[in-house]
């Protein structure tokens, strides 16, 4: 779990813009040596990942402009209601998992506390996956909250979460978004960001969630090639016009605030119709994979409980808790890795 060092820090807002600035530029700015401008640019490359352009005559820049995560940029545009549910708002340059840092801190932690990273260095997805992170493009955020009931009362959560993220997609002008069971959002059969949902408690006791979302704006290529499965960003879909990440988170924390802390209330039966209509799957030829165990069929979209209802090829609806279901034309072996 690391924050910059001052240097750092400083050398990577003068890079942001995506323009060259020559050693000596930039060393008389940061009031440092040329031979320490150079140290900084390396532990930015080594240990960050970023990818800096080095040419004689022009000097340094990024290969894109990047904008970092800043913490009284994503509160001023928090609606009032977001901004009464959220507790606190940490931002880290790198950290193995957002999910693990708030599950460790889970039990000395009020409900409303996010953690957002830069970079993940041990991001996972569904059943302990790795996750694609590249440093400053994308969005890596959880969000910490306590139920006063047990697991049975927040059965579904992941659901209505991926309808918050909808909204949010929706209110930016973002057309065909979909969700895939149980935990993915989608365009057009390619995978924009995913869902993970990491509970705990006591039959019969209290509980809490760790919800974590992963959204690509921007995967560099070098960073895609291992993910096995058809995937998108946000520059893809919309080609010229970029997003801004801080705007963005933003906006996701005031569908996503709300949506978990009156969950135990709501119920996933306020926002199955939401749900229905951006299912991607209903209909569909897939393969359902349970462990070991491939099954080809027909979904036939999900019950009032959010189980998904599977039709199997002798005409058979049976629902499932959970599973991985894969498009028949989408590389029906290729799970394994998500963006």
Not at 26 to 50: F, H, M
Not at 93 to 119: F, H, P
Not at 138 to 152: K, V
Not at 209 to 224: D, H, M
Request: proline letters at 3%.
């Amino acid at each position: 779990m690391l924050h910059f060092s001052n240097p750092q820090k400083n050398l990577l807002h003068l890079l942001a813009d995506g323009k060259f600035h020559s050693g000596t530029q930039l060393a008389s700015s940061l009031n440092i040596s040329r031979a320490a401008i150079w140290k900084q640019l390396e532990v930015l490359t080594a240990d960050y990942g970023l990818d800096i352009i080095a040419l004689r005559g022009k000097g340094y820049k990024l290969h894109r402009p990047l904008e970092l995560l800043v913490a009284e940029q994503i509160k001023a545009a928090l609606t009032p209601v977001a901004a009464d549910l959220l507790t606190g708002l940490e931002i880290y340059q790198r950290i193995d998992s957002t999910n693990r840092y708030l599950s460790d801190r889970a039990q000395q932690t009020l409900s409303g506390l996010v953690c957002l990273a830069e970079t993940q260095t041990a991001g996972k997805g569904r059943r302990g996956r790795q996750w694609v992170s590249p440093f400053g493009n994308n969005i890596y955020l959880s969000l910490l909250w306590h139920y006063p009931n047990d697991l049975s009362s927040i059965a579904g959560l992941s659901l209505a979460v991926g309808v918050a993220v909808i909204r949010a997609l929706h209110s930016l002008g973002l057309t065909e978004i979909g969700l895939k069971w149980p935990n993915d959002i989608y365009w057009h059969k390619q995978k924009l960001g995913g869902i993970l949902i990491e509970v705990s408690g006591e039959t019969g006791g209290s509980c809490h969630a760790v919800i974590g979302l992963g959204l690509n704006l921007y995967l560099p290529s070098k960073e895609t090639a291992t993910i096995t499965q058809p995937w998108t960003d946000l520059s893809q879909i919309k080609g010229s016009i970029s997003y801004s990440r801080n705007t963005l988170t933003s906006l996701l924390l005031n569908h996503l605030l709300p949506v978990v802390a009156r969950f135990d209330s709501n119920g996933l039966k306020a926002y199955l119709p939401e749900w229905r209509a951006a299912d991607v799957l209903l209909n569909q030829a897939v393969n359902l994979y349970i462990g070991d165990k491939k099954m080809s069929g027909l979904v036939a979209g999900i019950d009032d409980n959010g189980l998904l209802l599977f039709k199997n090829n002798a005409g058979e609806i049976k629902t499932f808790a959970s599973g991985e279901v894969s498009f028949h034309d989408a590389g029906i072996n290729k799970t394994a890795i998500l963006p």
